[in-house]
């Protein structure tokens, strides 16, 4: 014979099911709520084909994650977190790159993994989507904010990840740095980004800036 107090547990069960028939989200976690949303956005996203439509799409529900990761940054302890590593993926598509390095200081601290779907690490995935991001602004004749690439590659700078990889993240540091007149660390950028790969294309490059340099040091007559 089932004790009072085991009837009253069973009873309890029972209700709590009975109360969930017509709304099985009804007790769900704020986490599995969430996991729901994102699920039903990335169906949104498989429908559109347009790489440049997608990081559209993907700015429009960005918004919808600030609450979410904010709430993480502020009180999370490391525990792996499909929403937040996908909303710092999403971020970099949608060029927040500040927003995305927001949550990559959280998820290289906690070694958090990217989701199941990415083949690439966490720190390997951020420097060469922001190196390739800026890359494609440089080419394009767009401002590229040289402060975000420096920053990625402080907090990827003890990460293991291709050497490729970083070459291209100091390649592209070079060239912005050039850019804003600055040839002394542009120079050292170039140089290691050749160290790391050496047919990253910057040879010339080199050989031009060390010439620029040189006459620079030239007393005029």
């Known amino acids: 014979m089932l ?17 969930r028939g017509d709304n099985p989200l009804r007790h769900a976690t704020g986490y599995e709520l969430m996991l729901l949303k994102l699920n039903e956005d990335k169906r949104k996203l498989k429908q559109v084909r347009s790489q440049e439509r997608k990081a559209e799409l993907k700015r429009q529900m960005l918004p919808d994650y600030a609450p979410w990761v904010a709430g993480v940054l502020a009180e999370g302890r490391g525990a792996q977190d499909t929403i937040l590593m996908t909303v710092m993926i999403w971020r970099l598509d949608a060029g927040d790159i500040p927003g995305a390095l927001e949550i990559a200081r959280y998820a290289l ?12 690490p966490t720190p390997y995935l951020l420097a060469e989507d922001v190196a390739e991001a800026a890359i494609r602004a440089h080419t394009a004749g767009e ?15 003890s990460e293991d990840m291709p050497d490729q990889v970083r070459a291209k993240l100091h390649k592209i540091i070079g060239y912005v740095l050039r850019d804003m007149g600055k040839a002394e660390r542009a120079l050292d950028h170039l140089k290691r980004a050749l160290q790391l790969h050496s047919r990253c294309g910057v ?17 005029s007559a």
């Open 203 to 219: 040879i010339k490059d080199i050989e031009r800036l060390d010439r620029q340099l040189r006459n620079a040091a030239v007393p």
């Open 143 to 157: 401002p590229v904010n040289v402060d975000n690439l420096l920053a990625t590659l402080e907090l990827t700078d």
């Open 109 to 120: 601290r906690y070694k958090l993994a990217t989701p199941d779907t990415f083949t690439r």
């Open 3 to 19: 004790s009072p107090a085991r009837r009253h547990v069973l009873r309890q069960h029972a209700i709590e099911a009975a109360q």
